[in-house]
C-alpha cells in the first residue's frame, strides 16, 4: 500500500454526498477513489466534486476491487456490523458511521476481527479529532477549572420524517443512537472517567424509536446532565463546571455548521478566555487522523474499545428507563 489511503464509499448517502466522501476528496493523504450504488443519479452528486472515481453497482464488488485500502460505511445503522466486519473480510480499513453497535456486545466480533487481521477498524466519532476538544481534554485533565462537579449538555434538532431512518426502529433509529453517542461520548473523553450508575432515564418514544432522552449520570468525580431530542428546536452546548472555573463549548457537536467552534474558559480569578477554531473541518481531520494510524504513525483517538463504553452506557440508560 502507498502512503495514500484510497478509499471506498459503500453507498450513496446524504451524509456521506455533503460531508464525509467530500472529506475524504479533501484530506491529505487520502484518495476518494470509488463508490457504490446501483443508482447513477446519485452517483451524480459525488461525480460533481470527484469526477475521477470508479464506480460499483454493489458493496461487494466495491470491496472485492484490488485497488481500494479503506472502506467507509454510511449505511443504516443495523448494517454497521455486517458491512464493517465484510470490510475486514476483504482485507480492507474500515470507518464505520456511528452507532457501530445497537448494543455493547455488538462491538465484540468487529474488535475480534480487527485484532485477527491487524486492520484498522473505527467508528466515525468525529468530534474527538477537533482541536476544541483536544483543547477540553487537556484543561479539564490538567485541573485548569478544578475538581469537576457536574458536566452537562443538550444536542437537539427537530426531524419528523416518518420515513427517515432516524425515525424507524427496524433501521436502528432513536435519538440515542444517533446524536446520544456525541452527548455521553463527549463527556467520557474530556473527563476520561466512566458512569458509575444512571439515577434518572426519562425517554419518550414515538413508533418504538426514543425522541426525547433527559439523563442524569454518576460519575466517578461528577455528576452528568444530558439533554438530546429528536422533536427540539435545534440547540446544542457542552460545559464542564468545575470548584475553580467553567469551560464551555458553545459548538460541540456540529462544529462550522450549527455555529463557529468555540471554547470559553472561566475561572475564579474573573478572567475569560476564549478559543475559536473558524476554519477547521473535522472530517476531515478524522479521514487524516485515520489515514495516519493506518500508516502506524500514531494511535487512532477514537479505538472500537472507546465507541464500546460509549454504547455500554446508552444501554445502561435503556436499561433504567425500562425499571
Partial sequence: MTDTIRWGVLGAAEFARNHMARAIHAAEGAEFAALATSSPEKAKGFQAFAPGIRLHDSYEALLADPEIDAVYVPLPNHL???????????????????????????FDAVIARRDATGLLAAEAFMIVHHPQFQRARQLVQDGAIGDLVLVDTVFSYDNRDGGNIRNRPETGGGGLPDIGVYAIGSARFVTGQEPVTITHAGLRFENDVDVL????????GFVYSGMVSMRAAPRQSLAFHGERG????????????????????ETEAGTVVTERWPAVDQYVLQVEAFGRAVRGEEAFACPLEFSRGTQAMIDMVFAAASR
Avoid: M
Avoid at 213 to 220: C, E, L, M, N
Avoid at 246 to 256: E, G, I, Q, R
Fill in 80 to 106: 454497521h456490523v455486517e458491512w464493517a466486519l465484510k470490510a475486514l473480510e476483504a482485507g480492507k480499513h474500515v470507518l464505520v458511521e456511528k452507532p457501530l453497535g445497537l448494543k455493547a456486545g455488538d
Fill in 213 to 220: 432522552a433527559q439523563i442524569t449520570a454518576d460519575f466517578p
Fill in 246 to 265: 467553567v469551560l464551555t463549548l458553545t459548538c460541540p457537536y456540529n462544529a462550522n455548521v450549527f455555529d463557529v467552534a468555540s471554547l470559553r474558559l
